[in-house]
């Protein structure tokens, strides 16, 4: 679980700033489907996003004619789909991170309290210095521990790569100011992890991917489609051998 839990996370981390290129690049079609018909499902989207694209850019070109002075660049079209991605992915990952750290994160250190010297003053000048002192470094201990990098916070920086690599530190039993996690909260990060890799790979199309379609071949054998990393998908029935391409039957 910890192996395949922290290659998850570094999946996410790893790719995030591949996943914001790619909400703003145009769509590619060819990449793992639903054999034909998950062809035409997806130029369907493409043609639904590209309409969408044209609705924000008419709107944008009104704007300019009701203010002539207004310059700059138009927008570049947007991927829905990959900022929805990133959505779902940022809220589960900080969401884990918000619960984990709840339940093993201790609290900062508690600074050192001001001794009210009229009540009960020190003997000497040496005991008062020694007691500022001591008063001092405990402040700074204090502190440190506060603004620790390595303390999950629930305001701030609170990015889908930051969640990931601070869960990453909890599964790899990294030090910090945390206890070590228990099996079912290795079990829950895991579950997250794998659930929001998959979701990030999908969507940047880099995982080899194969599906068995709820579709029968004529011949009544099971249709396979195999895809993903970027290649056109391809299908093939398990019975026949028959297999399709997007440019139709390719053998029989």
Do not use: K
């Amino acid at each position: 679980m910890t192996t395949t839990a922290a290659t998850h996370l570094r999946t996410i981390a790893l790719h995030w700033t591949d996943l914001h290129e790619a909400a703003g690049q145009p769509t590619q079609i060819g990449a793992f489907g639903l054999g034909l018909r998950g062809y035409l499902a997806r130029l369907d989207a493409a043609d639904a996003e590209q309409l969408e694209y044209e609705r924000h850019q008419a709107a944008y070109l009104r704007s300019l004619e009701r203010d002539p002075i207004q310059l700059g660049d138009r927008p570049v079209p947007v991927r829905l789909h990959i900022l929805d991605t990133m959505r779902i992915v940022e809220a589960a990952l900080v969401h884990c991170a918000d619960d984990i750290a709840a339940a093993a994160q201790r609290a900062p250190i508690a600074p050192p309290a001001a001794r009210r010297t009229v009540v009960a003053p020190y003997a000497t000048q040496r005991e008062a210095d020694i007691a500022a002192a001591d008063r001092r470094r405990r402040q700074q201990l204090a502190h440190a521990d506060l603004v620790d990098p390595r303390r999950w916070r629930y305001t701030g920086r609170r990015t889908a790569p930051h969640a990931a690599l601070w869960l990453l530190a909890r599964i790899e039993r990294a030090p910090g100011p945390c206890r070590p996690i228990t099996d079912v909260e290795e079990q829950r990060i895991g579950n997250v992890a794998a659930g929001a890799a998959e979701r990030v790979e999908r969507a940047l199309d880099i995982a080899a991917q194969r599906r068995t379609l709820e579709q029968r071949c004529a011949c009544g054998g099971a249709i396979d489609v195999h895809g993903g990393e970027g290649r056109v998908p391809v299908a093939h029935c398990t019975g026949c051998g028959r297999i399709w391409t997007e440019g139709g039957v390719a053998a029989a």
